[in-house]
């Protein structure tokens, strides 16, 4: 959004709208499973795909 325009220049914010407000979720755990050895190797958990994801 164009905040400001001089002779010049052109000021504009190109934040989200939700920025900077407090958000709520709700999810749900579909799915639990133990950690790959490959995912305890590096320390962080994979997609379905492998590494790749």
Known sequence: ???Q????????DFNH??????LYFTGSILEVRPATPEELAH???HGAGGHED
């Open 5 to 12: 325009i001089d002779e010049n220049s052109v000021k504009m």
């Open 17 to 22: 709208p939700l920025a900077g407000m407090r």
């Open 1 to 3: 959004r164009v905040m």
């Open 43 to 45: 320390g962080h958990v």
